[in-house]
T-cell receptor, first 118, second 108 residues
């Protein structure tokens, strides 16, 4: 089974702090994703990565950055946390459709991190 | 971009009842997934079903890609089926576009 883990289930930070959210997958997936989920807005893509050191902006990248130094690990960074970044953050991974065909489109999610910024 | 609409937004069932959840999407897609989000926030993969029909126990799903809709059937519902059900489609370079979800409550 695919396993995607996230470093924390719950996190409380103060405005202005630098925050790191870590995600690790154990299935050698090429693609990794960060989403945030908010009531009434659903899940929205922040950033994704299709290879080590490669990243692409999603729909709402402002206020975030990412790092992928190893294939299995994808970090989301809040450079200076703000209260409007209080949310549920979900990491996902998938194979690459370019390599694996249609099976590469299926994404697998971690348990999520509920971040509160005070 | 692709639009994904789910219906109904809310559903209340008595344990043992059957239900059908619908997902409409606005363009052809390579990927369609159904997820169940449990009360702790975990998104659990139910089906990867860009076309055709699949069954897994009491759950089954059908996607009619040419008509741009998918249906999720839940039979003999149980209280553990409660939560939010999401449909998501691929919106370009593997990005998933999620619907707003159907919130299901199953009462004993």
């Amino acid at each position: 089974d695919v396993k995607v883990t996230q470093s924390s289930r719950y996190l409380v930070k103060r405005t202005g702090e630098k925050v790191f959210l870590e995600c690790v997958q154990d299935m050698d997936h090429e693609n990794m994703f960060w989403y945030r989920q908010d009531p009434g807005l659903g899940l929205r893509l922040i950033y994704f990565s299709y290879d080590v050191k490669m990243k692409e902006k999603g729909d709402i990248p402002e206020g975030y950055s990412v790092s992928r130094e190893k294939k299995e690990r994808f970090s989301l960074i809040l450079e200076s946390a703000s209260t409007n970044q209080t949310s549920m953050y979900l990491c996902a991974s998938s194979l690459s459709p370019q390599i694996s065909g249609f099976r590469g489109y299926e994404q697998f999610f971690g348990p999520g991190t509920r971040l509160t910024v005070l | 971009g692709i639009q994904v609409e789910q219906s109904p937004p809310d559903l209340i069932l008595q344990e043992g009842a059957n239900s059908t959840l619908r997902c409409n999407f606005s363009d052809s897609v390579n990927n369609l997934q159904w997820f169940h989000q449990n009360p702790w926030g975990q998104l659990i993969n139910l089906f990867y079903i860009p076309s055709g029909t699949k069954q897994n126990g009491r759950l089954s799903a059908t996607t009619v890609a040419t008509e741009r809709y998918s249906l999720l059937y839940i039979s003999s519902s149980q209280t553990t089926d409660s939560g939010v059900y999401f449909c998501a489609v691929e919106g370009g370079y593997n990005k998933l576009i999620f619907g707003a979800g159907t919130r299901l409550a199953v009462h004993p």
